[in-house]
């Protein structure tokens, strides 16, 4: 038989080896990251999207051994395993297969079909079914027993026809063919429940719906089942049967047990049996089975979404150890003010009330002014809540007023502050602050360094998800959770400052650990070598092993401790300087030299070529930040609000969102706009994530503003002519059976953190005096617009985009 290393080995196309040395790290306890960054040579190289995949494949396929091993126990016990059984069951590959199998020997509460053959009925079924030519109700009067239940020929028939209605609709082979059939031909069915429908408008377009199966996307399969939760929908799934026809699986059915209606006189009866079959055993159990498959994918695609979006999201540019002043936006509570320094430690905070009732607008502009001389401030993060952007224009009346400030202004997600701003985190670390000025503390942090302030929130609160409140928690905290972890160690953390969220998500640690070192470093100041870290309480080999190399001590006693080198590996370097009779002061940085070094010199029986060569990059830069270079966005002035939007205009945004069927873009009017997937590019695309990405800078021009539903609907095909028609009526039906999807006021989720990598054209902001109107001060260098497109698709997704009130 396959093993589970063989059968991973030929899903991710990789050797045998190769599987079994990263399984047999996983069991020891080696975390994802470790393995893909400091076991190259015992896994051949598999990254740590491999590795992933691997490690879900083997959670999956070992529980599949255990539930075999059971379902053998549980045969063997009732003495029915036979040969040809274990041999079916020792071959399934899948879960369903293997409860197809056991579904005939499943323990169960006594079913009308046994407690017919427990009335001795079973020989009159058989003997109907193998000579249909037999009169049932004459033979059924021969089976006719009171003390037994069996009252008339009616009664005996009715058992009989139970005992084979259980026993085709448990039939694995048969319920094998009908799965199949379904699933290619099936097709998904809604219609609305009257009494739900003014309640429910928002599934209007699932009001008379129906597609195949197989083709549902993740977005309105998730769309689907909330409306049948929320008792809006009616869903089912079944095959387009012709009026008066044979249902398609009856006669699947009919045909596998042999049954054909030749008018014989128990032709009939049967013919009852297989109709029943299917509506009352194989059809509702088959049903059930492929709409948890439907629900099952689309969360899964949900997840992945959700999880890439996290990711780039997380690895989104940070600006850097600069002065930053956090404005968390309010109207009659008045702008929460927040400054924190180059380490991101909290120096001062106020409140200003630039706004109604109070309208203290010079008052506001002279405090923010006198922070920013007293503790020398660059940059200004404000948040994209209400009154954002009347605080962006306070900002920029401050630049106009003091341009000898410099200062930079940018616009900051606010999703998932207020969760931080009430967290035990936030307590620890802000006890006597107040809950509300917390949260200009986290918006000017997610400005500094994004991914060490987005760790402390729950990924969920986070808003970059599709769908995300419809899928299963745990599977989706799970994903989210090994983005987090491998996005915290892709970039490494200082030791010397990180937070103990952040060190939680280091490989080995976990929050004890995590707390131990904060602990430790308070006590005894900072870390000046790694090797110190084994003093810390309860932090052994084993976790240092997989820790230290993704700690980085910035100016300590080891210059290898800055970088990503591990320090197991110290004795390479050591080869390496002492064969090239170079100092490490002198190597670290000369790139050419480094580049010319054969890596194969400095191998020996631990560390292979991969490693070695590893480590030479690291020496050219190390501790290199793999995120991308800081740069900013612009918001058109005098664009504040939906109404200020008409068709045809031009607009610099940022990607908030990417989904299965386009990308959300904050252009700056407190309503992210939808980029169709269909509007992305001049060619065709097939997922998003391929053109754009969270924190993207893209150009966009408005299609429709539909100011009653505040739904916006954008394109990045720039030069197409139908981009600046008027939308109009007409492509409802196209966009319903396939189609363009609207985007859906659920679907709405906050923009993320300050723009992360953009288009190559745009240029890196200097700190200076911003326009009035900005979301930053930025050269003038732009995104280029997108290669002329077709125009008929621009025209009929604006045609979807209309209208769909039916």
Not at 56 to 74: D, H, K, N, P, V
Not at 604 to 630: C, M, S
Request: proline residues 6%.
């Amino acid at each position: 038989m396959t093993t589970i290393s063989q059968r991973i080995a030929d899903e991710l196309q990789v050797r045998e080896a190769q599987v079994a040395s990263a399984v047999a790290l996983l069991d020891e306890g080696s975390t994802v990251p470790f393995i893909a960054r400091y076991r190259k040579e015992a896994t051949g190289g598999l990254d740590d999207t491999q590795l992933r995949t691997l490690e879900e494949r083997l959670g999956y396929l070992r529980e599949l051994e255990e539930r075999r091993a059971t379902i053998l126990e549980s045969v063997g016990e009732q003495g029915k395993l036979t040969p040809e059984l274990e041999r079916q069951l020792r071959e399934a590959d899948t879960k369903t297969r293997l409860e197809d199998l056991y579904l005939p020997y499943r323990p169960k509460r006594r079913t009308k079909a046994q407690i017919a053959r427990e009335a001795g009925l079973e020989p009159l079924a058989d003997r109907l079914l193998a000579d249909p030519s037999l009169t049932p109700e004459a033979e059924a009067a021969g089976f006719v027993d009171a003390e037994k239940g069996v009252a008339d020929a009616k009664a005996a028939l009715d058992g009989a026809r139970h005992i084979l209605v259980e026993r085709f609709g448990e039939d694995p082979e048969l319920v094998g063919r009908l799965r199949t059939m379904m699933a290619e031909r099936g097709r998904v069915f809604s219609k609305v429940i009257e009494e739900k429908k003014a309640e429910g408008a928002k599934f209007s377009d699932y009001f008379a719906f129906d597609e195949a199966w197989a083709k549902v996307p993740s977005h309105r399969a998730l769309a689907l089942f909330r409306g049948r939760a929320q008792g809006v929908l009616d869903l089912r799934l079944d095959l387009e049967v012709a009026e008066g026809a044979q249902h398609p699986a009856e006669g699947a059915i009919a045909a596998h047990t042999g049954i054909r209606d030749q008018g014989r006189p128990a032709d009939r009866w049967l013919v009852d049996v297989v109709r029943w079959t299917w509506k009352l055993k194989a059809g509702p159990h088959i049903e059930t089975d492929l709409m948890g498959t439907l629900r099952e994918k689309a969360e899964d695609e949900a997840i992945r979404v959700f999880a890439r979006n996290l990711h780039d999201l997380l690895l989104a540019a940070p600006a850097g150890p600069r002065v930053t002043i956090g404005l968390d936006p309010g109207i009659r509570t008045g702008v929460k003010v927040a400054v924190i320094d180059t380490t991101g430690k909290l120096v001062e905070t106020t409140t200003i009330y630039p706004h109604q009732p109070r309208n203290d607008w010079d008052g506001s502009i002279a405090v923010l002014a006198a922070l920013a001389v007293r503790h020398k401030a660059e940059l200004v993060a404000i948040g994209n809540g209400t009154a954002s952007r009347e605080t962006d224009k306070l900002a920029a009346d401050l630049f106009k007023r003091h341009p000898e400030l410099t200062l930079t202004k940018l616009m900051v997600s606010e999703a998932g502050a207020s969760v931080y701003s009430a967290s035990e985190v936030a307590a620890l670390e802000f006890p006597q602050l107040d809950v509300s000025l917390r949260g200009a503390v986290s918006i000017a942090r997610r400005l500094q360094d994004p991914l060490a302030e987005l760790v402390k929130i729950e990924p969920k609160s986070i808003g970059v998800g599709q769908y995300q409140h419809d899928v299963a928690a745990g599977k989706l905290a799970r994903s989210l959770d090994a983005v987090v972890e491998d996005c915290v160690n892709a970039v490494g953390v200082d030791l010397n400052t990180a937070s103990i969220p952040l060190l939680t998500r280091v490989s080995g640690l976990n929050e004890t650990i995590a707390r131990n070192i904060v602990e430790f470093r308070d006590r005894n100041g900072a870390f000046r070598t790694r090797r110190q870290l084994l003093d810390v309480a309860r932090l052994g080999p084993k976790t240092f092993e997989q820790a230290a190399g993704f700690l980085r001590i910035r100016d300590g006693d080891t210059p290898l401790d800055s970088s990503a080198v591990h320090p197991e590996a110290y004795p390479v370097v050591e080869r390496i300087l002492k064969r090239t009779g170079r100092e490490l002061g002198s190597l670290i940085g000369d790139a050419r030299f480094l580049r010319s070094l054969n890596a194969e010199e400095f191998t020996d029986e631990r560390f292979g070529v991969p490693t070695v060569e590893d480590i030479l990059k690291e020496l050219e830069k190390p501790g290199r930040d793999p995120r991308p270079e800081f740069k900013t966005a612009e918001f058109k002035e005098g664009v504040n609000e939906l109404k200020d939007l008409q068709p045809g205009m031009t607009l610099e945004g940022v990607v908030t969102n990417v989904t299965a069927f386009g990308a959300f873009v904050d252009v700056g009017v407190h309503q992210d706009g939808l980029v169709h997937i269909s509007q992305l590019a001049q060619s065709f695309v097939k997922d998003p994530h391929t053109v754009v990405k969270a924190g993207d800078v893209v150009k966009v021009k408005v299609l429709e503003v539909d100011l009653p539903r505040k739904r916006i609907a954008l394109t990045m095909r720039l030069q197409d002519a139908a981009a600046q028609r008027p939308p109009s009526r007409g492509a409802e039906r196209g966009a319903e059976r396939g189609g363009p999807e609207r985007p859906r006021q659920d679907q709405r989720r906050p923009a993320p953190s300050a723009p992360a990598s953009r288009p190559a054209a745009s240029k890196p902001a200097a700190p200076r005096h911003g326009a009035p109107g900005a979301a930053a001060a930025k050269p003038a260098a732009k995104p280029q617009p997108a290669a002329p497109a077709d125009g008929a698709l621009a025209e009929a997704f604006a045609r979807a985009m209309a209208n769909k009130k039916r």
